[in-house]
């Protein structure tokens, strides 16, 4: 087996009082697709915000490919250098809950901004990839539209090709089809299935779509109090899963989705 792309170890984070994540341990092999499910408040979150590097952690190491950054055990928070966190940043790319676009730009112009900032890619290379990016997920015609001009799914998916122009080893998806109306899930839902089918990406995705999970997944994680509870295949977790808060939560939710 290759050596771990990600790996969290013995990590803890702390909000005041509140502890989130308790001595975490992860990994995930390169090209795997991992979707990490649970109850609001388990952590599932704050995993992939810590590997976004927009949350500091108090104890442990993160370890992304060959770069690595630790919490100085208590000794206040770390504080990673510019270089360090554009470099971890150039290998990750996230969608958010809530879209993220600049409302001020075209839908052209939010995918192509960070490539040329970020990358120091050329602006013609760029609007290249971002047109390509858009034919992919079915919205070239919308290039030069602003994102008030756009349905919920359309800006989603307008913020998963934002996320692809970076070329990213890892991808996150932080329950990307949540603020969106029920009839607009789908449409999201197929550019990430085209995705996790057709690209060499590692992906790590939380969500509550659980039947999309079983479809799309390579591992399934189970989290409950800051700790992986119970982790396997989509078709051993969701058809036996042996722990009972595992049990209880996939009744509970795969109930509610009918």
Known sequence: MNPPLIRFTDVNKRFGPLTVLDRFNFAVQPGEKVTLIGPSGSGKSTVLRILMTLEPFQEGTLTLGDLSYHEPNGRG????SDKHL???R???GMVFQSFNLFPHMSVLRNIVEAPI?????????????????????????KRDQFPSQLSGGQQQRVAIARAMAMRPRVLLFDEP????????????LGVIRTLAHEHDLTMLLVTHEMRFAREISDRVCFFAAGRIVEQGTPERIFSSPEQPRTQEFLKSVLTGQG
């Open 117 to 141: 900032a970020v990358l120091d890619m050329r602006r013609d290379a760029a609007e290249a990839r971002a047109l390509e990016l858009l034919r992919l997920v079915g919205l070239l015609d």
């Open 77 to 80: 928070p770390f504080m990673a």
């Open 177 to 188: 089809t949540s603020a969106l109306d029920p009839q607009l899930v789908g449409e999201v």
């Open 86 to 88: 554009r470099d971890l």
């Open 90 to 92: 150039k290998n990750v």
